[in-house]
């Protein structure tokens, strides 16, 4: 005979509910959860049985709590990417193009299913990132016009609604920002450069809210193959330069 089904406890679908949360980005890392007695209004449960489920939720090392400061999602969930190889990464010249062509695959996949699965809310969001950019280059900072341009595509992983890219985006955050500033830095000195560069990151945009999602990895490639191009020949052109410094 089949043995009876064993019901779920409450604080279990909880747990679940909060986990699936945390993986589809809607909590992200570093995030302050609710207080205890909005998050039991907003499930529809006891404080007791809410309460279970964050504890379990803390020996799974999601989320940890600070005293009398609440529960925060924790920040370490993929640290491996914080690691000191990184960090020696984020300051090699040839780690930096690596990083460009890891980009391709990355951001290509993350527009074409942008485009694909991206609703009008997701469209809003991008938009508003991509509007942003804009203000941030009138302050003519580039370490915060690459947090807004690293911010656009973090947007665009998200209309993705692919969990595996926009967490692997988020747990990058620093070396892409530093990718993006370093590569802006080196387009400075190609001041007619940016406005091409602009009009690449607007067919982006058109492509995804339009729902076109061929058009869309295109529009993404091209875009990083036109930066990649640049960058390549303002290298060697530096590295010219320090030859003939050094023959004089």
Known sequence: MPKPLKQQKLSDIILSQLETMIIEGSLEPGEKLLPERELALQFEVSRPSLREAIQKL???????????????VSKAIMK????????????????????????????????????MRGTKADFDQIQAKHDHIGNCQLE??????????????????????????????????????????????MLAKRPDIFSKITDYRKNLLDAITSGQPKKAWGASHRHLAFIEEVLLKLTQEHSRMERSMRRM
């Open 80 to 115: 491996s990417f914080a690691d000191p190889l990184f960090d020696l990464m984020a300051n090699s010249n040839e780690s930096q193009f690596d990083l460009l062509e890891f980009r391709h695959g990355m951001e290509g996949m993350a527009s074409y299913y942008a485009a």
């Open 58 to 72: 803390e020996a799974k090392g999601l989320v940890t709590r600070k005293q009398g400061g609440g529960t925060f």
């Open 140 to 185: 003519d900072d580039y370490r915060l016009e690459a947090k807004a341009v690293y911010e656009f595509y973090v947007a665009i992983c998200a209309a993705s609604h692919n969990t595996l890219i926009l967490h692997t985006a988020r747990s990058m955050s620093a070396l892409l920002i530093d990718n993006i500033e370093q590569n802006l830095t």
